[in-house]
């Protein structure tokens, strides 16, 4: 009675669901169909399809200002990302990645008191760091220079995520700051990360990054225990020159330069931080936990005495300012110029993603592929339960040391043309169906070499098979996959198929493309169940 029953909803649920196979609110929704195998219902094929996948030339460049740095995060609020340093290894070339900002004044017209004279000015930088790999050190005869106070001093120093050679002279990276000589515009303009401002060749200030970590420190007078100095999150503190803080800032009280944010941005254009090496590492740090911070002393006068106590200033360098990052390549001699053609009739043999402005990854389904499935459909009514994308990782060339991405690692969008014949993008029809409950990307391996992944575009490719179009109505259709995340919005899901972390992705990877002689080559795998 029970096997009965359930052959029952079984078959119900054929009739019902007919082409919306793939609806459901399980967690896994591109393996829902199996309802169609249970008890014998429906016989199911899995079957492989070749693809044309081709290599996207994005030009190495890709829109890098402020509004592409900001990630939108669950709280409402929102976080910047930038990349610093430099990478180069032979499939790619080089990659070097430099950062751009604006300063601004805490408020207009400072009045920094009398005499007023800097000691030191230090750009505060905090990379991205891995915090559970956490060295604590402690000097308890420690002195403390202002005043030669007895003091403690902890360090805790946390190695920085680094994509690259890690390891490359010991994991040293020189961190270098330049004054901006070109005024930057303003904070809604647009600028792409080809854009290299000028900059006096003259160094403000540099400092070394040594191991591959950064410190957080806290020091503490002996006496009473009270603070006097904390830097609580692990970070960079680059020395920059005090004379140029005097001339340019100091020294203007009370005159236009320091009156209003215009006259200011263009007084004071800006910073650069770059890296002095050609190789290396890349990190990311966040732009919005950057701190300029002048120390200067200036007359006061208290009860008749006139003494000189040190102050701190800290400029503005944050939210409201223009900043973008630069990005610099070379390729000569790469491996990539000998596969990357974009070739979108027969496919490239391999396929080079890159974040940061790097390839992209392009998939068009095979007319006479499509044709198979259309005659299936017709002919023996198969109804499509799951179609997926398999791509693997190149296993001779990307046998490397640098970790491959996961699952979460990659965007999918579906490109069309309109009527006029500009071109569209949207997310696929699978995520535009199913929302949240979709999972689009699932990894494997990768751990191992090669590893492999599927994008599941069963809606997509049902739209096509299960419609009276010809092959005009689809030629122009096509996936495109990035080495990027999709950004959240406030409430924890996607913001928007053009809200992504591909403007500071450090990930690469070289994939099997369509190489008929490999064995891994990029295959659409489609599951489809017919009634016995």
């Given at each position: 009675m029970i096997y009965n029953i359930r052959k029952f909803f079984t078959i119900l649920s054929v009739m019902v669901l007919g082409g919306v196979l793939v609806y459901n609110c399980e967690p896994e929704p591109d393996s829902l169909g199996e309802q169609l195998f249970l008890n014998g219902a429906a016989e199911g094929n899995?079957?492989?399809?070749?693809?044309?996948?081709?290599?996207?030339?994005?030009?190495?460049?890709i829109r890098t200002d402020a509004f592409k740095l900001l990630s939108l995060v669950s709280s409402g609020?929102?976080?910047?990302?930038?990349?610093?340093?430099a990478f180069?290894?032979?499939q790619f070339g080089k990659q070097k990645a430099s950062y751009f900002t604006q300063v601004r004044l805490a408020a207009n017209n400072p009045d920094f008191g009398t005499d007023a004279v800097v000691d030191s000015v230090v750009l505060v930088l905090k990379p991205i760091v891995s915090v559970d790999s956490l060295k604590t050190t402690t000097d308890e005869s420690y002195v403390f220079p202002n005043g030669n106070v007895d003091a403690k001093k902890v360090v805790n120093t946390y190695p920085i995520k680094k994509y690259g050679k890690a390891k490359l002279n010991g994991g040293k990276l020189i961190l270098q700051v330049n004054e901006v000589t070109e005024f930057m515009n303003g904070l809604n303009d647009i600028v792409y990360s080809d854009r290299n401002f000028d900059t006096n060749p003259t160094a403000l200030g540099s400092k070394e990054i040594k191991n591959g970590s950064v410190s957080s420190v806290v020091i503490t007078k002996d006496s009473d225990n009270t603070e006097?100095?904390?830097?609580s999150a692990p970070s960079v503190r680059i020395p920059l020159t005090a004379s140029v803080f005097q001339t340019k800032i100091i020294d203007k009280k009370g005159q236009p330069e320091l009156s209003d944010v215009s006259n200011f941005i263009r007084h004071f254009k800006g910073l650069k931080v770059s890296v002095v090496e050609e190789d290396?590492?890349?990190?990311?740090?966040?732009?919005?936990?950057?701190?300029?911070?002048?120390?200067?002393?200036?007359?006061?006068?208290?009860?008749?005495?006139?003494?000189?106590?040190?102050?701190?200033?800290?400029?503005a360098i944050k939210g409201s300012n223009m900043h973008s990052a630069y990005y610099e390549y070379d390729r000569t001699n790469a491996i990539i110029n000998d596969y990357a053609n974009g070739n979108t009739t027969t496919g490239d043999l391999k396929l080079?993603?890159?974040?940061?402005?790097?390839?992209?990854?392009?998939?068009?389904?095979?007319?006479e592929e499509i044709a198979k499935l259309k005659k299936l459909y017709q002919d023996d009514k198969a109804?499509?339960?799951?179609?997926?994308?398999?791509?693997y990782t190149d296993e001779a060339t990307w046998s490397t040391p640098y970790a491959k991405p996961t699952a979460n690692d990659f965007t999918?969008?579906?490109?069309?043309?309109?009527?006029?014949?500009?071109?569209?993008?949207?997310?696929?029809?699978?995520y535009t169906s199913l929302g949240a409950l979709f999972i689009p990307v699932r990894a494997y391996n990768t751990d191992k070499n090669p590893a492999y992944y599927d994008f599941t575009v069963t809606q997509s490719l049902k739209d096509i098979v299960e419609s009276t179009d010809t092959y005009n109505d689809y030629k122009d259709k096509y996936f495109k996959i990035d080495l990027a995340q999709f950004a959240p919005n406030s409430s924890g899901t996607v913001a928007g198929y053009n809200y992504t972390t591909r403007a500071f992705s450090m990930l690469r990877t070289v994939f099997v493309g369509s190489d008929p002689s490999n064995q891994n080559k990029i295959q659409l795998k489609v599951t489809y169940g017919t009634k016995k």
């Open positions: 899995e079957t492989s399809y070749d693809l044309i996948a081709y290599n996207i030339d994005n030009n190495d460049t609020s929102t976080t910047s990302t930038a990349v610093l340093g180069n290894e032979k006097l100095f904390t830097a290396g590492y890349l990190f990311q740090f966040t732009p919005n936990d950057m701190q300029l911070i002048m120390y200067y002393k200036s007359d006061k006068i208290e009860n008749g005495v006139k003494t000189r106590p040190q102050t701190t200033y800290e400029f080079y993603a890159q974040g940061m402005g790097g390839n992209s990854i392009g998939i068009k389904f095979k007319e109804a499509i339960i799951t179609a997926k994308i398999r791509i999918i969008v579906q490109k069309d043309k309109d009527a006029s014949g500009k071109e569209t993008t949207a997310f696929t029809a699978d």
